[in-house]
């Protein structure tokens, strides 16, 4: 399984940005996607994931209302749309995929065995 993220760059305070996912060698219909995020210096966190039965989207709470994850199955894409950014969202991104029919947490990056290479993330206040 291969996950492409791309839709970083470089942007004001309060812009919007939308990153993409695309997923090879595995369907996202029966997988957990997971965003996380790691700023420099930081420890990389949990930032957003959509599971995949119920296809439901969660988000850590300090992105609740401005980020927005969803899947687009026939693309074997997930999107996550970040609106009224802020400096302190400023990371590198990265998308994850759990294995097919995973239970788990999440938000627990032990359970994704898949990872993107990052797609980098600045906000200028």
């Known amino acids: 399984v291969q996950l492409q993220a791309s839709g970083g760059g470089l942007v004001q305070a309060g812009d919007s940005l939308r990153l993409s996912c695309a997923v090879s060698?595995?369907?996202?219909?029966?997988?957990?996607v997971g965003w996380f995020r790691q700023a420099l210096g930081k420890e990389r966190d949990f930032a957003g994931a959509?599971?995949?039965?119920?296809?439901?989207?969660y988000y850590t709470d300090s992105v609740k209302g401005r980020f927005t994850i969803w899947k687009d199955n026939d693309r074997n894409t997930v999107y996550l749309q970040m609106n009224n950014l802020t400096a302190g969202d400023t990371a590198v991104y990265y998308c994850?995929?759990?294995?097919?029919?995973?239970?788990?947490?999440?938000?627990?990056?032990?359970?994704?065995?898949?990872w993107g290479q990052g797609t980098l993330v600045t906000v200028s206040s």
């Open positions: 994850a995929v759990t294995r097919s029919y995973y239970r788990g947490n999440y938000n627990d990056e032990r359970g994704y065995l898949h």
């Open positions: 060698g595995g369907t996202v219909s029966r997988r957990t």
């Open positions: 959509i599971t995949w039965s119920p296809e439901s989207a």
